[in-house]
C-alpha cells in the first residue's frame, strides 16, 4: 500500500528545491557527439573501446563543477555513474570497465559527491537500468542497443543469461546505496516496451534500495521513459512507481496531476544545447533569458528543472554553459525567493507572464511588456497589503 505520509516527507526538500544540475559526462565525450552515440552509429564495441584505452579528463575538477551550480541558483545535482554504454564512473567491483581502470585512476563519482555535499548541495546519481557493455543485455532485436541488426550477435543471441545481467545491475546499485554515503536521488533511465517494471526486478530492487537509503528519491523511469507517466499518476501507484515524473525536453502544458487530480510531483530535464552528453559540434545553446523563463514555468505548474551540463573529455563543462549558468545564477541572486520553495497560484495565468506562490507571497514574473498597467485579474485590492519589485526591494 502506497504510504502517502512517508512520500510527502521525502519529496518535500525536492519540491522546495525546485532547481538542479544534470551531468553527462563519461567516454561519449570524446568522440563528442552525444550520449547515444555508440546506438546511433550502431557501432561495434571494438570501436568504442579505444575511447575507454584513452579517457584521461586531466581537468577533472568537481569543485569547480560544484561551485558554477551553486552559483547558478541550484540546490542539487545529479550525476550519471553509468550511462546506456556501461561506463562507470565509479570503482565498481563487478566490472573492469571502469574509470578507476582508465588513465583517470579515480572514483569520478566518490569526488563529485564529495565536492557537491562540501558545497552544500544534495547529491543524486543517474544510473542506465540499459547497459550495451554486459554480455548479458539484449542485443540483436532490442530496441536501442548498437547491435541490434547484427547478424553475428542475433547467433548467439539464446546464450544471453538476463538473470545474470539483472544480478550485476541490482549489484551495481547496491554498490552506489552503500558504498558512497547518504544519496539524495537515484535517477534510473530507462524502461522501454517490455523492459519495464518486475522485468528488471523493480520491486526488489526499490526495496533493496530503500533499506539502505530509506530518505532517497526515485524517479519513474523503473516503468517508463521520458515521455511517460507510470503508476504515479494513478490512485494506487506501484512499488516502483518511483516518486517524481520525469519529462525530458518539455515542460507539460497543463502542469501535471493525478488521474484523479491530486497533485504531481514532476521534474523537467532539460539541456542547455541539444544533448546530454558533450557534443562538440553541438552550439545550439538556449539563452539564459529563455532557461529562467523556462524555470518559472516549471515552479509556476509545480514542477522542478534538472538543467543539464556535458562535460568534455577533459572534464571541463563547455564555457558557453559556464556564461548561461552564470546569467541565471545573477538572476536568482536577486529573484530566487521566487522559486525556492514556492508551487503555483490559483490565480488564472496573467496576460503577462506567470505567477508563483509562496504562502501569503505571490510572485508575478512579468514576461512581456504591456501598455499601460499591468493587470492581474482573480485577486481584489483589498487584499493585497503592498506591491514591490523583487529584485531591489523598491
Ligand atoms: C534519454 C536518453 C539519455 C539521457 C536521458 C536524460 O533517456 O536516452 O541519453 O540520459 O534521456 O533524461
Redesign the pocket.
Known sequence: MFDREAYNRRVQWFQEARFGMFI?WGLYAIPARG??VRSVEQMPEEEYLPFFEEFDPVDYDPRKWARAAREAGMKYAVLTAK??DGFCLFDSALTDFKATNTKAGRDLVREYLDAFRAEGLKVGL?YSIIDWHHPDYPHYGDQNHPMRNSEAEKAVEKERDFDRYLAYMHGQVKELCTNYGKLDVMWF??SYGEMTGEKWRATELVNMIRSYQPDVIIDNRLEV??TGFGSLATDDPSPYSGDFV?P?QIIPPQGLKTESGGDLVWEA?ITMNDN?GYCAKDKHFKPASTIIKKLVECVSKNGNMLLNVGPDAKGNIPKESLQILKEIGDWMGKNGNSIYGCKGSSLPKPENGRVTQNGNKLYYHVMENAIGSVPLYGISRDQVKCVRLLSDGS
Open positions: 553527462h550520449e547515444w550511462h546506456h543517474y533511465d530507462f521513459s521520458g520525469s525530458e530535464c546530454w
